[in-house]
């Protein structure tokens, strides 16, 4: 069966299965950035977007050189746009309402004898093309809903102003500055509003430590707070979060970067705690640790799919009980886990379908991955990119960030 034959069938079940979403209805739940394995505690956290899709009309594909590469604005919201032989992606790749707004190659760069930083040099979509464009000016980048906006950190972090990023012309439009020193930002579902984690030191900075030949994170981590930030008006707050007891107590352990996120309905601010017992925490805006909100309950802070568009569902970890690769998709309320496609699920494309990197049907190494469509209760895995090379962490790996389009 080709790609387009997978598409078809996929899509025709998953529109057969779901009802349309209401128009202008924007999901955007909010979790991590470093792509680990769920059995792996030291990463990198930041924010990853889960948004809306409707169900899902289905374009020509040409001979497998993927589909419509019509400028990205006038791309009909409702096809996919599959690349399957492209890696890293070179034009859009979507499905549904959720678009790769952009990507990034991180690399560790060398500073000292005994201090290197972790750098992403980062592809931005032109809004003209529908092509990924080189932009080497930003360390971080969070696309709001519509991908019309960017919100930008400059090169040295902690930063002391965040960028508003004109996706259709490159400019910043505006900068706001902050009395705390500025290392991840992450947009609201609705976009309305932006968290900023604030830290003392740069959170990607890398040291030596004894015994170990590589580079590792520093700790104990520098986080500080968070800005919860008006992105109409520019103003906002600052809160302050402690770490957690003892920094050499391995149960108040939380990674270098740990980055803070507004839950799907915008009342509290929350971030994994890798360590702890229920491995997240969740504030208020003011910054007053609460307990974790039952609609919240089942969220993990290293799955960055979060919740589906409806809230009625959370992806998972990793499965591999059904397929050799696969993941778990709970009940928001019960907890009710169903087996899914995908080995790691990041980004949701519709009530029952989602984005995720998985191998190939008959691949035996778990990192020589692609960008694949899955759908619940389908057995199909329909390509969107082709294989990324390499293994986790090593040079060139590119990483996606995906935004409602």
Excluded: C
Excluded at 145 to 159: C, D, I, Q, Y
Aim: charged share 25%; glycine share 10%; no cysteine.
């Amino acid at each position: 069966m080709n790609v387009e034959e997978l598409v078809r069938d996929a899509l025709r079940e998953q529109a057969a299965e779901q009802p349309l979403t209401r128009p202008g209805f924007a999901d955007r739940v909010l979790a991590v950035r470093r792509r680990r394995r769920s059995r792996r505690i030291a990463g990198m956290a930041a924010a990853t977007v889960a948004v809306v899709a409707v169900a899902v009309a289905v374009p020509l594909l040409d001979s497998g050189r993927g589909t419509d590469v019509r400028p990205a604005d006038v791309v009909p919201k409702t096809e996919v746009n599959a690349h399957p032989d492209q890696s890293p992606p070179r034009e859009l790749i979507s499905a549904g309402n959720t678009g790769m707004a952009a990507y990034f190659i991180p690399k560790t760069v060398r500073k000292t004898a005994d201090t290197a930083v972790y750098e992403r040099t980062y592809w931005l979509l032109d809004q003209d093309s529908g092509r990924y464009e080189k932009s080497t000016k930003w360390s971080w980048v969070a696309v709001a809903p519509g991908m019309k906006t960017a919100a930008v950190l400059e090169r040295t972090l902690p930063a002391s102003r965040i960028g508003l990023l004109d996706l259709t012309t490159g400019k910043v439009a505006r900068w706001i500055p902050v009395d705390h020193p500025v290392g991840g930002l992450a947009f609201s579902r609705d976009g309305r509003k932006l968290v900023a984690t604030t830290y003392g030191d740069n959170p990607d900075l890398r040291v030596r430590t004894e015994g170990s030949e590589g580079w590792n994170q520093k700790e104990p981590s520098s986080r500080t707070g968070f800005h919860v930030i008006d992105v109409a008006s520019g103003k906002g707050s600052w809160s302050e979060v402690g770490l957690d007891g003892d920094p050499e107590d391995p149960t108040g352990f939380i990674n270098s970067r740990q980055d803070f996120a507004l839950t799907s309905d915008g009342r509290h601010v929350w971030a994994g705690h890798p360590m702890g017992d229920i491995g997240k925490q969740f504030f208020d805006l003011s910054g007053t640790e609460v307990p974790t909100p039952a609609n919240d309950k089942h969220l993990q802070w290293y799955v960055e799919a979060g919740k589906s568009p409806d809230g009625r569902l959370v992806a998972g970890d990793f499965a591999g009980e059904k397929w050799k690769t696969s993941s778990w998709v709970l009940d928001a309320t019960t907890g009710e886990r169903t087996e899914v496609h995908g080995q790691q699920l990041l980004a949701w494309a519709g009530n029952r379908s989602l984005i995720a990197w998985d191998i190939a049907k008959d691949g035996r190494n778990e990192f020589h991955q692609r960008l694949v469509l899955v759908t619940i209760g389908s057995d199909k895995a329909v390509p969107l990119s082709d294989f990324r090379k390499g293994n986790d962490g090593d040079a060139g790996r590119w990483e996606p960030v995906f935004a409602e389009r």
